[in-house]
């Protein structure tokens, strides 16, 4: 999945975008178009972050050599970019989408965030 070669974060990405596809089409249903598009956004910025944090994950990442502390700090990095780009992205759509439904958009966010979560439950082999 876009060059994330590690297992548990691909199998939640995958989780994350069939989620947040029934979370469109929830929203579709109960609240129209905009509605839909607003749960769309919300799982995106999500699955944008995790993916984020699985490339950032890597990048820090350092032969078998490092050390547990600089795994740690760049395991921190991750989750700061990961954190800082759910803030930046959630800012944009409520700036400029007008016609945001705010509950599907923070519905579907918060559901698939609980998802990413869930990485640590998913083996590697």
């Known amino acids: 999945m876009l060059g994330v070669r590690s297992k548990p974060i691909r ?3 995958r989780w994350q975008a069939y989620a947040t ?3 469109v089409l929830i929203a579709a249903v109960l609240g129209g178009i905009h509605a839909a598009v607003s749960a769309l956004f919300g799982g995106m910025i ?3 972050a995790g993916w984020v ?3 950032v994950g890597v990048a820090t990442r ?3 050599t490092r050390s547990a502390g600089a795994a740690l ?3 921190l990095r991750a989750e700061a970019a990961k954190v800082g780009l759910m803030v930046l992205l959630l800012w944009l759509v409520l700036t ?3 016609d945001v439904v705010v509950p599907g958009l923070i519905g ?3 559901a698939t965030v609980l998802i990413f979560a869930m990485a640590i439950f998913v083996r590697e082999s």
Do not use: E, K, N, Q
């Open 21 to 23: 596809a029934a979370m």
């Open 46 to 48: 999500s699955v944008i």
């Open 53 to 55: 944090f699985a490339v």
């Open 11 to 13: 199998t939640v990405l």
């Open 108 to 110: 579907s966010f918060v």
């Open 73 to 75: 700090l760049g395991m």
């Open 62 to 64: 350092g032969g078998p």
């Open 96 to 98: 400029f989408y007008r």
